[in-house]
């Protein structure tokens, strides 16, 4: 089965900083998804990644999947208080997700 | 923007009871997932469903577990005789078509605790 590992398992940013989670897998992605969560509440969709090199980004937010497809990174930019929460990396596992452990985000005024 | 919905937010039960978990996916999308998240753990697939059957399902599903599509909008986890360690978040979500390019929405979820 594909094992996703996250790091760091959290991080204190202040707010203003830049901040960057790494998502690995132990197989090939072919489709990773980074969502985020607060706590006690449901997952959001943030972005989806398929090709390896693809960049995308929203509003401050930018995930990358590196060449070899094994490795994404979710990058925020002057981070704000809205963006604290629990930050998941998702592969697709034949149509079904597996997911890291999260990332907790704090960020402090 | 549409949207997953799950009831009730939260359930208490007694061991050894019923439960069943409701959810209205997003109105066009074909594919239901049940995933659940006990506790300080991974978020952990349970099941898909599509054209009213099972399409798979995770070791984790076994004989206490059922899923059922009642009527054209709700989607229902049934859990039979519940045990402690059934305790959880329960998620369910949905997605358009299973492609990869398609992303799965989820809903809030629903706390389960078992007493």
């Known amino acids: 089965s594909q094992e996703l590992e996250q790091s760091p398992q959290s991080l204190i940013v202040q707010e203003g900083k830049n901040l960057t989670i790494n998502c690995t897998s132990s197989k090939t992605l072919y489709g990773l998804y980074w969502y985020k969560q607060k706590y006690g509440e449901g997952l959001i969709f943030l972005m989806m990644l398929q090709k390896g090199g693809e960049e995308k980004s929203h509003e401050k937010i930018t995930a990358k999947l590196d060449e070899k497809k094994q490795q994404s990174s979710l990058h925020i930019t002057a981070s704000q208080p809205s963006h604290a929460g629990i930050y998941l990396c998702?592969?697709?596992?034949?149509?079904?997700?597996?997911f890291g452990a999260g990332t907790t985000v704090t960020v402090r005024a | 923007e549409p949207e997953v919905t799950q009831t009730p937010s939260h359930q208490v039960t007694q061991m050894g009871q019923e439960v069943i978990l409701r959810c209205v996916p997003i109105?066009?999308?074909?594919?239901f997932y049940w995933y659940r998240q006990i506790l300080g753990q991974k978020v952990e697939f349970l099941v898909s469903f599509y054209n009213n059957e099972i399409s798979e399902k995770s070791e984790i599903f076994d004989d206490q577990f059922s899923v059922e599509r009642p009527d054209g909008s709700n989607f229902t986890l049934k859990i039979r005789s519940t045990k402690l360690e059934d305790s959880a978040m329960y998620f369910c979500a949905s997605s358009d078509r299973q492609m990869v390019d398609q992303p799965q929405h989820f809903g809030d979820g629903t706390r389960l605790s078992i007493l």
């Open positions: 998702g592969a697709d596992n034949d149509y079904k997700l597996s």
């Open positions: 109105s066009n999308h074909l594919y």
